[in-house]
């Protein structure tokens, strides 16, 4: 008993060029000022500096060998690396927009 498959119906092109238009032409929405909160979430009495969390950040093939090359060609591994980086760019980033949050 083998279910036959429907046909493919092949895309109306003119639909998804006029839908392709109106996307174009939609206005880009400003974005929204972020207003200072009382307290940021890092510097609530409950979070720990000794808490380590993994987030799994997926690479492009030839990313992930050029990070493998910095790592055998540095004193730093792989995991060493990106948590560094990525932690000064971090706080780079909540710095600049801390900068432009409005006071309250």
Known sequence: ?????APL?????KKLDQFAKEVEQREVVPETKIQKPKQ?????????????????VPLTERHLLKLRFIARHSRLSQRRFCQ???????????RAMIKEIKPD
């Open 9 to 13: 119906k092949k895309p109306n092109l």
């Open 84 to 94: 560094v980086k990525l932690e000064e760019a971090i706080d780079r980033e909540i």
């Open 40 to 56: 940021y979430p890092w510097e609530s009495k409950k979070v720990r500096a000794d808490v380590i969390k993994g987030m799994g």
């Open 1 to 5: 008993m083998s279910k036959e498959k």
